[in-house]
């Protein structure tokens, strides 16, 4: 039960009403619009079909539902998604999302074209913002809600659940005018009763890598980094529930990897009291039949439970969260300058607003506390833990008894 109530056509349903779909198909392809009554006036939202009918936030309203709610959505301009909105991310009212990327989705193969003889300029165009691959992983993770924490949660994200709600996200995206559930592969639970099969799905799905017309297409790969290991070759990249199948790489590639994100490798064996997760996205290529070749890598540290975290400073919060069975977002950086420019997690089990929560670590690099000092400054009803010290206590729960009924549950589905 997600707690939710609609108002349509004048009548109250419940989201888990059984002729709640009757009533969706109904209007669908209407101008009549639900109303989310988890505040008074209530938040007007829209009918959409993916296997089943849904009622979905309208563009920049998710900020206008109660925090309880589970349509809430903190607005764009507390992570680094407000940079990217309107530019790299355009959403129509129909749901369906076009991302602009900094990356290509396929490689020329063979000989080069002859570039054409100069010409004199015949316009100018603004330059347009564009998303990278690390902005592109993070939006994924906040559209399937791995950003997003609520006590109902516990115990109900596995390998399968990632797999299942990474891909339906994706399903409403679109790059360079191809789906991206087209392009994208996440490992699906691996057993080894149905290795086989597996394998064979994996092979169907990455088939769109059989190189055409000069072209080398490339796919997304996102799942956990597990090891690398030595080959004549170069690299073999291993993913967890991809036992049998590496992803190649150059030595010099993985050793400008292994710089880049050498934070990120050492929280893996960091002392923090519970186990980090370390995500990969990787586009990939098909080097010969069924060998697949890393062309870019990005990487991005979770907890257990596949929050998305910054750096390791930031797990000891997420635990204490986690612990006190409290209901919190995660903002997440995307292609944003700093990180430490946004809140390290935003409560959102105190009341009618939320509750910002920074981290001023005494390891962020000078750039980094320089930003975080400025995110303060002037910052009203701000919870402030300066790792030095101890914890303090994190702001009170409003008890389920005083949230209003329509959002009791929110977020347990």
Known sequence: MTGQQFTILGQGWDADDPGLQAILARIYETNERPRCMCVPEGV??????????????????????HPA?????????????GELVGEAILESQAGAVELRVDFPWARSVGRGVARAESQDVAEVAVPRRRMSLRA???????????????????GRRNQAVLHKYLLEAAQTMVVKGMPLADRLYVPEPFHEADKAACAQRRRSKLAVL?????????????????????SPWGRRIWIKHMPDAPLLLADKTWAR???????????????????VRLMMAALIRERREFTYEIDVASLMLTSE???????????????????????????????????????????????????????????????????KATALKGGEDVWIWRTSEDMPCLPSAVSIAALPRTVVDAGAS
């Open 305 to 371: 439970h596949w929050i998305p975290m910054e750096g390791i400073h930031e797990l000891p919060l997420v635990q204490a969260l986690v612990h006190a069975r409290r209901r919190f977002i995660k903002p997440l950086r995307y292609d944003a300058r700093h990180a430490a420019s946004f809140a390290n997690a935003l409560l959102i089990d105190v009341g009618e607003r939320t509750v910002p929560l920074h981290i001023v670590s005494s390891h962020l690099d000078p750039k980094e506390q320089s930003a």
């Open 210 to 230: 059989h190189p055409k017309e000069l072209q080398s297409p490339l796919a997304l790969v996102i799942g956990e980094f597990k090891a690398s290991d030595e």
């Open 69 to 81: 709610c589970v349509a809430f959505d903190a607005a764009p301009q507390q992570s680094g998604l």
């Open 44 to 65: 007007e939202m829209y009918v959409a079909l993916h296997r089943q009918f849904i009622v979905k936030c309208m563009p920049d309203t998710g900020g206008q539902h």
């Open 257 to 275: 990897i292994a710089k880049a994100y050498a934070p990120l490798f050492e929280a893996r064996d960091a002392d923090g009291g519970q186990r």
């Open 136 to 154: 592109l992983m993070h939006f994924l993770f906040e559209r399937a809600g791995f950003n997003r924490w609520s006590p109902a949660m516990e």
